[in-house]
């Protein structure tokens, strides 16, 4: 089969333990079984930013939302430029794990003001098509194995879910169950993406 040259911008949100990562793996496995080329990505990213932000996470290491904030728009501009943008440029479908809706959710979610989070990241283009994976917090908090990160509190993920279905309601995500079975998840993605590529 001819590799099927389509650029488009494909990004997976949500809570933590909604199943963004699993569900990318298997978008991007339909998406190559049917030719096309497929770029995988995440955020935070593997730049330098990227890397320090993962690092001061998983080290416990709580810094102020403004912060994070910040520091999140400075590896999405790096992430963009280095390797979303060229993706794109070459024919691909980048399927991102996380991007800026991430910030409007946590940070928001940590009483940033919306606006500022958007101001800082004017210089991001909006996707093609972007799909909330929902999940109630607890159901997403309880599929986490091992230790948790300083953003995996039931309270703060409540807060968390509710600025994404803010986003739902604005019409900048698309809603996906989350809760029901992966394959049946996996499903209804690619009938989304499908129809995004093709319309489009």
Same mark, same amino acid.
């Given at each position: ?8 911008? =494909?990004?997976l949100?949500?809570?933590? &333990?909604?199943?963004k990562?699993?569900?990318?793996? @298997? *978008?991007?496995? !339909?998406?190559? $079984?049917e ?17 320090? =932000? ?5 080290? &416990? ?7 994070? @904030? *910040?520091?999140? !728009?400075?590896? $999405?501009?790096l ?14 479908i ?14 928001g ?67 996906v ?11 209804d ?12």
């Amino acid at each position: 089969m001819p590799e099927r040259l389509r650029a488009a911008f =494909i990004v997976l949100e949500g809570g933590d &333990g909604a199943g963004k990562t699993v569900q990318a793996h @298997a *978008l991007c496995s !339909a998406l190559k $079984r049917e030719g096309y080329r497929v770029h995988p990505t995440s955020e935070p990213s593997q730049s330098d930013v990227g890397r320090l =932000i993962r690092r001061s996470f998983l080290e &416990g290491r709580k810094i102020s939302a403004e912060v994070e @904030a *910040l520091l999140f !728009a400075a590896d $999405r501009f790096l992430h963009l430029k280095s390797e979303v943008r060229p993706a794109l440029a070459a024919g691909s479908i980048v399927v991102c794990d996380r991007y800026m809706y991430a910030s409007f959710a946590y940070q928001g979610a940590q009483g940033v003001d919306a606006n500022w989070i958007r101001e800082i990241n004017r210089f991001a283009e909006k996707p093609d098509l972007a799909i909330y994976l929902d999940v109630p917090a607890e159901t997403g908090l309880s599929r986490i194995k091992g230790k948790k990160t300083v953003l995996e509190k039931l309270e703060l993920q409540r807060r968390v879910r509710e600025e994404y279905l803010k986003l739902v309601r604005a019409g900048e995500l698309v809603l996906v169950d989350s809760t029901r079975p992966i394959k049946t998840v996996a499903e209804d993605i690619y009938a989304l993406v499908t129809g995004s590529i093709s319309a489009s």
